[in-house]
C-alpha cells in the first residue's frame, strides 16, 4: 500500500494569516484552487483509490477538487484536522502568531508535550487522534495495492509524520522547506513501517 499525504492549497486564511482551524469559512484561492488542479494533475498515474480529507474549507476543497479530477470517493476525518489553536482562532495579530510559535518550540525543541495554547490541543492530544488512524489505514489496506491521499495540514504532518514514518524527522523535513502549498510526500508501507519514497515527486532514499 501507499500513503500520499498533502497538504491542500493556498487559502485565504493564508493570504490573512489567521488562525482558521474550525468550521467552514476560508476558503481556497483562486491561486489554491489551480495548486489543487495541478496536483491532481501529478496524481493522476498513481493510481490512487481514496482520498481522505480534514474537514477544514481548505483541506476540504482540495480534496474535492482531487477526487473529481481522479475520479475517487473521498471521506472526511476529524483526524486530519489541522491542530487546534484555542483562543487564537480567529485571530492575526502578531502577540498571537508568537504565542503559536512558542508552543511549537515547546513541542518540537524541549519535548514540553503537555504544553497547550489556552483552550487547545496539546501534542499528546494531537497524536492520540492521528497515530491511530494511520495505524488503522494499515491495518486495513496494509496487504492490498490501495493507494490513499490523505488531505491535510502542515502544521500536523510536521508534528505527526516523523512518529508514523520511519525515515522522517524534523531535520529531513526542514532541509526540504517544509510544507508547501500541495505539497505531497508519498509513503510505501514495508515489513519496518511506512517509509517516505518520494517528496514532491522527488525519491527519497533510506
Not at 493522476?44 to 481514496?50: A, H
Not at 476543497?61 to 476525518?77: D, H, K, P, Q, R
Not at 483552550?119 to 497515530?131: A, D, I, K, L, T
Request: charged letters at 20%; glycine letters at 10%.
Amino acid at each position: 500500500m501507499k500513503i500520499t499525504f498533502a497538504r491542500h492549497g493556498e487559502s485565504q486564511a493564508n493570504i490573512q494569516e489567521v488562525f482558521s482551524n474550525r468550521g467552514l469559512k476560508h476558503p481556497l484561492t483562486t491561486r489554491g484552487r489551480g495548486q489543487a488542479a495541478a496536483l491532481a494533475d501529478r496524481l493522476q498515474d498513481q493510481q490512487v483509490t481514496r482520498i481522505y480529507s480534514s474537514p477544514v474549507l481548505r483541506a476540504l476543497e482540495t480534496a474535492i477538487i482531487l477526487a473529481g479530477a481522479l475520479g475517487v470517493e473521498y471521506e472526511v476525518v476529524e483526524v486530519l484536522r489541522e491542530y487546534d489553536v484555542g483562543i487564537l482562532e480567529g485571530r492575526a495579530d502578531p502577540q498571537s502568531w508568537q504565542m503559536w510559535k512558542e508552543v511549537a518550540e515547546a513541542w518540537l525543541s524541549n519535548q514540553h508535550w503537555e504544553q497547550r495554547i489556552e483552550g487547545g490541543e496539546s501534542f499528546y492530544e494531537v497524536r492520540q487522534r492521528f497515530v491511530p488512524f494511520i495505524e488503522r489505514l494499515i491495518e486495513e489496506y496494509g496487504q492490498s495495492q490501495a493507494h490513499l491521499v490523505c488531505v491535510g495540514h502542515g502544521g500536523i504532518y510536521r508534528l505527526m509524520l516523523p512518529l508514523v514514518v520511519r525515515n522522517l524527522d524534523q531535520a529531513f523535513i526542514t532541509r526540504q522547506g517544509g510544507f508547501g502549498y500541495t505539497a505531497w510526500v508519498t509513503c510505501e508501507l514495508s515489513p519496518g513501517g511506512l517509509m517516505c519514497t518520494g517528496w514532491n515527486g522527488a525519491p527519497v532514499n533510506g
